[in-house]
């Protein structure tokens, strides 16, 4: 799956490419329903806060780190419907220069007070979904809640 989207991306798609979204939507999906999650867009109860600046994911504000570019966001499948996940997907370069586990701070719904929050990288850290080999794949979930991972996530395509 995320071997189509890289090739669909080499072709010349773009972020309106249509294939290229329905190619995005369906590991997206694929990435919840194998952690029993939903995907979604509504961002109420998704608190975040930062070193540089505070976020709020539920007022559609600008996002001024590096760590929610091209992000997602989960809930549970059953009410009261938490907030399950925070996928980031930075750009590899951003990652490692600017986002560092240690000077995010997570608080609300998803995490309640500081350090109640485990962080994840798969075990191809460049798997994402939006750019598979160029933007990292982070995951930031309740403590104690460690994602399942796609197939593209755990072993290395064979370089044709």
Sequence with gaps: ?????LVQIKLGGDKDDAHLLRLQKMAIKAFADLNGWRPTEGRSG????SNH??????????????????HLLF???????RPAAVVGQPYDGAFNSTVKKDELKFSGKL?????????????????????????????VTRKGVVPRWLPEQLIAADPA
């Design 53 to 70: 600046s505070d976020i709020y994911l539920g007022q559609n504000r600008g996002y001024t780190h590096a760590f929610f570019d091209h």
């Design 111 to 139: 995490g309640g007070p500081e350090g109640e929050l485990d962080w994840h990288l798969p075990p191809i850290p460049t798997a994402s979904i939006y750019y598979p080999g160029a933007c990292m794949f982070c995951v």
């Design 1 to 5: 799956m995320l071997d189509d989207i």
């Design 46 to 49: 998704f608190y975040v806060i």
């Design 75 to 81: 809930r549970d499948l059953s009410f009261p419907y």
